[in-house]
């Protein structure tokens, strides 16, 4: 037994008491012993770790994310608002790439969002055609929802520059021309080749390096496909996954993605099958698009337009399908961000659990941006998880502001309202589509500020400690996880992060800026701001 003592920290546990202590015991990888508990134990004491007084918390859990997504970016044409600007930093971008590139070579790019670009619109396929004339172009907006392509793309997929728009998705026209820019289910029809396993394994070692400085130690990944599987279970089965991954199976064929329902139905898996580092948490469903890309099926018209989104599928399929996965022994997790998306998720699980033996099964409605509060009341009565993308407001909280205006964006992620209405309300960040660090979205939560300092309806700020929480052991409890992660209390993984400033007594404007100084993982040191 490998047995730790760590001492001199100022560490809260963020259990359902508050509790907290100065030091603690570590066997095995798990908390056996805190505060003056430790006695007992320090005779068998084989390593001493001195914090030096620094602030202890339970890691991150990142309860909405595409971790595997987030790896393989790192290949593709970078195209965030931090590096393109504007529209010819971004033609730069990728005409760096087609110096490169083979002749007729996929070219992939991801993270634009034009509203934080100078000219306020995306690339338009003549602009694409100039830079890339001899290779196919396919640029993801940074909600993944929205992508821009050029002439090549088009000709290389087999479409028809007069194709109709698929169902659930458009393919945007100016005078009867395509502009290039191509919506939801439309971006199914491109024939992007597929990322092999091999090259999926490469980018992951840097990408968890990212994860591990952010202070995550556990990740639900929700978009996981036959080849993401195999991906995650071959970096476990080869010691190469030090996080703790929460998989959630694409039911669909959407997005490019392969859907993989009815073979995990023929297989007979059911949620939580796994370990403690590797384990399926339900299916995945999508019903409507983003606010960003406006194609989120929102109730009433987008800012100066008629437009109220999309919506993948009707009342009828989702709750089937819903039924079906439940029947299966398997949770659900349904994408919905406009208020007409949540509201056909919300009926379809409602449906579903009322035949359900289980009814408190914390399925889960992703996003729920747009919630009112009677939908918010009957998730509550329901016990459905709210995963709530605060980390919205602050990476693209401003295009929010610009597409629904300030009144609806006031009440856009209403944490506060579902804390005081008791919906399990974690949240999360949804990376790549924003930035991953936690700390950004706890920023958010507390400040409801964007990007470029506006601030979205103050009146549902969290505070300090509730927002912390909601990255912890509200993360666990919507992955059924609060016995083993989520706070520091015996039995539990000894998963930790370490602060050189209380973030309980910093200005707000501050947390943004803090910086995990370590991060441990079963007790055990994997990242280290001063090595790095």
């Known amino acids: 037994m490998n047995i730790k003592h760590f001492k001199n920290g100022t560490v809260r546990s963020l259990d359902d008491q508050g509790r907290m202590f100065s030091e603690f015991i570590v066997a095995d990888g798990k908390i056996v012993a805190t505060g003056d508990n430790v006695t007992k134990w320090l005779p068998l004491v084989e390593e001493t770790i001195d914090c030096s007084g620094k602030f202890i918390f339970p890691a991150f859990i990142e309860s909405h994310a595409h971790p595997l997504h987030y790896a ?169 996954l030090n996080v703790k991954i929460r998989l959630w199976l694409w039911a669909n064929d959407q997005m490019g993605w392969i859907g993989v329902k009815d073979s995990t139905y023929d297989l007979g898996i059911e949620s939580h099958f796994g370990d403690d580092y590797l384990s399926i948490q339900g299916m995945k469903f999508m019903l409507d698009g983003s606010v960003g890309g406006r194609t989120a099926a929102v109730a009433q018209p987008y800012e100066n337009s008629d437009g109220t989104g999309i919506l993948y599928m009707n009342a009828d399929t989702i709750q089937q399908q819903v039924e079906t996965s439940i029947a299966q022994g398997l949770r659900v997790a349904i994408h919905g961000i406009g208020e007409r998306a949540i509201e056909m998720a919300l009926r379809a699980i409602e449906s579903a659990a009322s035949t359900e033996q289980n009814i408190k099964s914390r399925h889960r409605i992703e996003h729920v941006a747009l919630a009112t509060e009677e939908q918010l009341k009957r998730m509550a009565e329901e016990g459905i998880v709210a995963a709530s993308s605060t980390g919205f407001i602050y990476s693209i909280g401003d295009s929010y502001l610009n597409n629904l205006g300030s009144k609806r964006a006031a009440r856009v992620f209403p944490n506060r309202t579902m804390r005081n209405l008791g919906v399990l309300a974690p949240n999360n960040s949804d990376f790549p589509v924003c930035d991953g660090n936690p700390l950004l979205g706890i920023y958010a939560a507390v400040t409801r500020k964007t990007l470029n300092g506006q601030s979205l309806g103050t009146e549902e700020c969290l505070t300090v400690d509730e927002a912390f929480r909601s990255y912890t052991i509200d993360a666990a409890k919507s992955g059924c996880d609060e016995r083993l992660i989520g706070s520091l209390e015996v039995g539990k993984y000894a998963d930790f992060i370490m602060f050189e400033r209380d973030p309980y007594n910093l200005p707000p404007e501050q947390l943004k800026d803090l910086k995990v100084q370590e991060t441990y993982v079963a007790g055990e040191c994997l990242f280290n701001l001063r090595s790095e």
């Open 72 to 240: 393989l970016q790192q290949r593709m044409i970078n195209c965030s608002p931090s590096e393109t600007s504007t529209i010819n930093d971004l033609l730069l971008a990728v005409e760096e790439k087609v110096k490169v590139a083979k002749e007729g070579e996929w070219l992939i790019g991801f993270g634009w969002d034009e509203s934080l670009m100078k000219e306020g619109r995306q690339p338009t396929i003549e602009e694409l055609d100039e830079v890339a004339p001899n290779n196919p172009l396919f640029l993801k907006r940074t909600c993944v929802h929205n992508a821009v392509a050029n002439s090549k793309a088009f000709e290389a997929s087999g479409l028809p520059l007069t194709i109709e728009n698929p169902k659930g998705g458009k393919f945007e026209r100016k005078n009867g021309v395509l502009t290039g820019l191509v919506q939801e289910n439309a971006m199914d029809l491109f024939k992007v080749p597929p990322v092999t396993i091999e090259d999926q394994k490469k980018c992951w070692e840097e990408a968890e390096r990212s994860f591990l400085s952010w202070g995550l130690t556990t990740l639900h990944d929700m978009a996981i496909t036959k080849e993401d599987l195999k991906v995650y279970q071959q970096l476990h089965r080869e010691g190469n």
